[in-house]
């Protein structure tokens, strides 16, 4: 399984991204897909969480400002990140369970700041 994120980039405080994963295979397959971001000097932590169900979990520090959806057609899970803060700043990495496994892409650059 091969996942690419993309969407990344310099955005001012305030402002939106939307973050895109495509997925080589279709991810109505696997069990959950979820959004994880780290930050320079920082551990990788859990932003969102979307499952095959279709039910969605957020970290405290985003609730009400950044929503996941998916897309089974496009193979393709989204972040839209809006209220963007200079907090918000990392490299974000979308990742799959399949399973007992997970998949992991590389990451997507995203820069909040004045």
């Known amino acids: 399984v091969q996942l690419q994120a993309s969407g990344g980039g310099l955005v001012q405080p305030g402002g939106s991204l939307r973050l895109s994963c495509a997925a080589s295979?279709?991810?109505?397959?696997?069990?959950?897909m979820t959004w994880y971001r780290q930050a320079p000097g920082k551990q990788r932590e859990l932003v969102a969480v979307i499952t095959s169900g279709g039910s969605t979990s957020y970290a405290d520090s985003v609730k009400g400002r950044f929503t996941v959806s998916r897309d089974n057609a496009k193979n393709t899970v989204y972040l839209r990140m809006n209220g963007l803060k200079p907090e918000d700043t990392g490299v974000y990495y979308c990742?799959?369970?399949?399973?007992?496994?997970?998949?992991w892409g590389p990451g997507t650059q995203v820069t909040v700041s004045s």
């Open positions: 295979k279709s991810i109505f397959s696997f069990n959950a």
């Open positions: 990742n799959a369970i399949l399973s007992l496994e997970t998949y």
